[in-house]
């Protein structure tokens, strides 16, 4: 089994940071696309943060200049540094992986439990 687990979550101030965490476990081969995605009350899930093996990365408009994404191959790890947060920032946010297993023949896209975010004074 496969298990994606996200840690770094909780209640920040306005302005303040957060740094998210996700590790993927199980029998991983490797690890392709690596994202972070949110979701708030009453609205769909979109996309926050994404960035490739070659490390290219790609932002949500709303948070360009504010978070980071940052990937850890050794340890099939994705990090989200969250800066200057905003009370819309809050949602929970999810990571999610492309992962090709072992003895799989194609790449299959997982998800994370979710951790809530919430910017508030």
């Known amino acids: 089994q496969v298990q994606l687990v996200e840690s770094g979550g909780g209640l920040v101030q306005p302005g303040g940071s957060l740094r998210l965490s996700c590790t993927a476990s199980g029998r991983i081969f490797s690890v392709s696309l690596m994202a972070w995605y949110r979701q708030a009350p009453g609205k769909e899930r979109e996309l926050v943060a994404q960035?490739?093996?070659?490390?290219?990365?790609n932002y949500a408009d709303s948070v360009k200049g504010r978070f980071a994404i940052f990937r850890d191959n050794a340890n099939n790890a994705v990090d989200l540094q969250m800066n200057s947060l905003k009370p819309e920032d809050t949602a929970v946010y999810y990571c999610n992986q492309d992962l090709l297993l072992i003895g799989a023949t194609h790449v299959e896209n997982y998800w994370g439990q979710g951790t809530q975010v919430t910017v508030s004074s």
């Open positions: 960035v490739s093996t070659g490390g290219r990365t």
